[in-house]
């Protein structure tokens, strides 16, 4: 379980250190796609692998968010990258736009107010030649810390 409790914290101030580095800012994607997509076999393979192209880059922890506006169904992708050019050379890997099935449109994305944005900044890097404090905030919080 303390291990488990470990792992977490890890995690979570590595992900939030990620966000809170100042050389990188976010890029909103916007892509074309044809209004009866997919309409067959070919275009859904074309689709299959544009998805597992945008889960490669959530994995690299470059895409923040992805997803399309219900009223509408166009798609949206926030990335977070060093450059607005490295960031249009990542769209232009991606299988849907290098078989010219979409189109995207890349722009910087200033982000003037975030409700992630302060919590993120605030928390210390991760120094991993430092121990882990763990501190119980809630003393009546159901927690079992036993050894397995």
Same mark, same amino acid.
């Given at each position: 379980?303390?291990?488990?409790?470990?792992?977490?914290?890890?995690l979570?101030?590595?992900?939030?250190d990620?966000?809170?580095?100042?050389?990188?800012?976010?890029?909103?994607?916007?892509?074309?796609?044809?209004?009866?997509?997919?309409?067959?076999?070919?275009?859904?393979?074309?689709?299959?692998?544009?998805?597992?192209?945008?889960?490669?880059?959530?994995?690299?922890?470059?895409?923040?968010? $992805?997803?399309?506006?219900?009223?509408?169904g166009?798609?949206?992708?926030?990335?977070?990258?060093?450059?607005?050019?490295? $960031?249009?050379?990542?769209?232009?890997?991606?299988?849907?736009?290098?078989?010219?099935?979409?189109?995207?449109?890349?722009?910087?994305?200033?982000?003037?107010?975030?409700?992630?944005?302060?919590?993120?900044?605030?928390?210390?890097?991760?120094?991993?030649?430092?121990?882990?404090?763990?501190?119980?905030?809630?003393?009546n919080?159901?927690?079992?810390?036993?050894?397995?």
């Amino acid at each position: 379980m303390i291990q488990k409790i470990v792992i977490f914290v890890f995690l979570t101030l590595f992900a939030c250190d990620s966000y809170s580095d100042d050389s990188l800012s976010f890029y909103l994607v916007q892509y074309q796609i044809p209004e009866d997509w997919p309409a067959s076999y070919e275009q859904q393979q074309i689709e299959d692998k544009h998805i597992k192209y945008l889960e490669q880059l959530y994995n690299k922890e470059v895409l923040v968010m $992805a997803g399309s506006i219900q009223e509408n169904g166009h798609r949206l992708v926030v990335l977070r990258d060093t450059s607005l050019e490295h $960031a249009i050379q990542l769209v232009q890997l991606d299988p849907a736009i290098r078989s010219g099935s979409f189109g995207a449109k890349v722009n910087t994305w200033n982000v003037a107010l975030s409700s992630l944005w302060p919590k993120m900044k605030s928390l210390p890097r991760y120094d991993p030649t430092k121990p882990f404090i763990l501190e119980r905030l809630d003393p009546n919080a159901p927690i079992n810390l036993k050894k397995p």
